[in-house]
């Protein structure tokens, strides 16, 4: 069975950059037709996703965040990580990793991680 | 502002049949599958319906999903409490290039 685990630290200054780390177990971060995805949920609302990354490195990220954010990918350790740059109260969120199931015409997330709170806040 | 449009909440009596709608574009619904993700309190996301009308193993056949051109539907027959849950559909969204999510449902079960 495929877990997620998402890790890193739950209280980020503003300004500062928020990391975070998912791992992966259960499966091969390397397997085809899977890009690894981030997406997230301030408190209350909704999902937003964030971008997602194929074993390569490959890269898709939502145009909203793209000038702030940087996904990298660890194959070695299975995992994959997520950076967003200067943050502010609004970037306060639950943050969830995810597999992202990626083919022609179907792509949706099948497997998540429990979540990962991250507040903003000096 | 989410792209995908959802009602904000939705309610029901046992054993009652619901349905939550879920409106976009035809950047998104009108030109890709829509998916369907329950999210039960304080826990994650999971897959509901995917393909349009698609369950996953173990999904009650209880849930149906449905889409006619730039909009879609889900369907709750058989009510049960723990049905009680947020709703949120999604599309790949050709123009931003990634997935959208609606504003999500919350479903009451009276």
């Known amino acids: 069975q495929l877990q997620l685990q998402e890790s890193g630290p739950g209280l980020v200054e503003p300004s500062e950059t928020l990391s975070l780390t998912c791992s992966v177990s259960?499966?091969?971060?390397?397997?085809?037709?899977?890009?690894w995805g981030w997406i997230r949920q301030p408190p209350g609302k909704g999902l937003e996703w964030i971008g997602s990354?194929?074993?390569?490195?490959?890269?898709y990220y939502n145009p909203s965040l793209k000038s702030r954010v940087f996904i990298s990918v660890d194959t070695s350790r299975n995992r994959f990580s997520l950076r967003l740059t200067s943050v502010t109260a609004a970037d306060t969120a639950v943050y969830y990793c995810?597999?992202?199931?990626?083919?022609?015409?179907?792509?949706?997330?099948?497997?998540w991680g429990q979540g990962t709170l991250v507040t903003v806040s000096s | 502002q989410s792209v995908l449009t959802q009602p904000s909440s939705a309610s029901g009596t046992p054993g009652q049949r619901v349905t939550i709608s879920c409106s976009g574009s035809s950047s998104n619904i009108g030109s890709n599958y829509v998916y369907w993700y329950q999210q039960l309190p304080g826990t994650a996301p999971k897959l509901l319906i995917y393909k349009n009308d698609q369950r996953p193993s173990g999904v009650p056949d209880r849930f149906s999903g449905s889409k006619s051109g730039t909009s879609a539907s889900l369907a709750i027959s058989g009510l049960r409490s723990e049905d009680e849950a947020d709703y949120y559909c999604a599309a790949w969204d050709d123009s931003l290039s990634g997935p959208v999510f609606g504003g999500g449902t919350k479903l009451t079960v009276l």
């Open positions: 259960g499966g091969s971060i390397g397997s085809t037709n899977y890009y």
């Open positions: 990354i194929y074993y390569s490195g490959n890269t």
């Open positions: 995810a597999r992202h199931v990626w083919q022609q015409w179907d792509r949706y997330f099948d497997y």
